[in-house]
């Protein structure tokens, strides 16, 4: 109830810095859109930094985020509204936003699903929704690419990955998750942050132990965090 009660309190203030938003703004005023940092990826998605950290640890077709991710930076407080304050419609609008940009590619025509990183039921119970499957559902609008969220499910709750190094990510995730029924040949792992890639690595080496047949898997994300 009080979820509720406050997102009807804010729902017409920008979910990064609060301030109000004007008749032509949603959920983000264009303020914030234009000083959050893009990456550019989706003009090259075989030769940028994201590729080059997830490259090599599965067959990766192609990567691709959207914007960068900075501590205490918009893009940190969007990321946190969407998984904490009750904002599923913020997570479809991104990814509108987002596809966007992946339309005038000529690439993304060889993507046949789009698949959200899944929570567990438990936190998918307590959250009300998966914050990944919202991005997917807003990117699919656009794309026109289906969103399938029984390829892949989470069998193993998992601790947050937040306050760990590479290492620790890696072990946290491993085994976590298990493919389902796969009939396509080239799918999206759509997660809203990507930091070490070990929760992608770990959905994709599911894919692959499921049987994942045909070509590579890409990976798509709102954010990615630099590299230092």
Not at 63 to 73: I, L, M, N, T, W
Not at 203 to 211: D, R, S, T
Request: aromatic share 8%.
């Amino acid at each position: 109830m009080w979820k509720n009660l406050t997102q009807l309190l804010v729902s017409n203030t920008c979910y990064a810095c609060d301030e109000p938003l004007n008749a032509q703004e949603t959920h983000v005023c264009l303020k914030c859109l234009s000083l959050i940092e893009p990456t550019g990826f989706h003009l090259s998605p075989r030769e940028n930094e994201l590729y080059y950290r997830l490259a090599g640890r599965f067959p990766l077709e192609g990567a691709v985020a959207h914007h960068y991710f900075d501590k205490g930076g918009r893009m940190q407080r969007l990321i946190e509204a969407l998984k904490y304050q009750n904002a599923p419609q913020l997570g479809v609008y991104l990814g509108r936003l987002y596809a966007a940009h992946l339309a005038e590619t000529d690439w993304i025509g060889g993507v046949e699903a789009l698949v959200p990183v899944p929570l567990h039921p438990s936190r998918l119970i307590s959250r009300g929704y998966n914050q990944a499957a919202c991005v997917a559902e807003g990117m699919a609008a656009v794309l026109q690419i289906p969103v399938r969220e029984d390829l892949l499910r989470r069998v193993r709750r998992t601790q947050t990955q937040t306050r760990k190094g590479a290492g620790g990510r890696w072990a946290n995730m491993q085994q976590a998750f298990q493919a389902g029924d796969i009939q396509v040949a080239s799918v999206m792992l759509i997660d809203d942050v990507i930091t070490s890639g070990a929760t992608l690595e770990a959905c994709a080496q599911a894919l692959i132990a499921g049987g994942h047949p045909g070509k590579g898997i890409w990976a798509a994300s709102l954010a990615m965090t630099r590299q230092h």
